[in-house]
DNA sequence: CTGTATCCGTGCCGATACTG
DNA sequence: CAGTATCGGCACGGATACAG
């Protein structure tokens, strides 16, 4: 079999955390905020991500259409990976939850070092009700 | 060993999601935003979800500090669960992210049946950048 | 540079049975 | 009513080697 096809769930919250949980994928998308990155950067930028799920990462990312890939036909070969529309309205939602993580870690944890947050606003970061 | 002590990632971001991700734990988190639940009230409300289950979601979360557990000494027992302020802290996120849900389900998927967001705005929901 | 194939540990979570 | 104990499947992701 090619595919099994997997299946979202029918729950919009379920849906958004299926599709944005993986070990790497919220730090892959902060990086591709900032724009179109290629695969040799993105391992750069995280060194401790093994290429392989990296890709795979990518890959289903792609799947869910969070994110683009374009191919170039240079030589060497050259591919771009960047966020789709749909990509980008997560950010505002990454950068909350950022927000929350700090301050959940500062509540509980006292002095944990904490790391830097890597998502930035752009333009207008809002989320109304 | 009684518990190895489960670190939590440093990246905020991580964290966060680290937190909230659990096959039900949106889901309760949800249903714990309208007021506190007792064990037996979650149950019916998710016949799907094993006792067991359940009341490990609910101890993780409890252990994050996302949720407060009530003993009242009656006969039977009585235990009441309810979100804390760091829980409830999520809730804004978790309607952002129904939201995303809804509308990546409805680019995507076209004719899937969309369930009802369980997240209802009470107050004031805004995530300020 | 960009990718694939294989192997394998570990953690999550579901089913089921039992206890105070 | 609220909770524990045990067992086991399966998806996720890390290591490593290979390929166009």
Redesign the interface.
Known sequence: MPEPIKK?P????????K???GRWK??IL?YLFSGPKRLSQLKRMMPDITQKVLIQQLREMEE??LVDRQIFPDVPIRVEYNATE?GL??E??????????????E???EA????D???R?RH??????
Chains 1, 2 share one sequence.
């Open positions: 979202l029918k729950l919009p919250v379920e849906r958004a955390l599709v944005i949980s919220p730090v902060c869910h259409g749909l309205g997560l505002p939602i990454l950068l909350a939850l950022c927000r929350w993580g700090q301050r959940h870690a509540e509980r944890d944990v070092e904490i790391a947050c890597i998502v606003p207008d970061q809002t989320i109304a009700a």
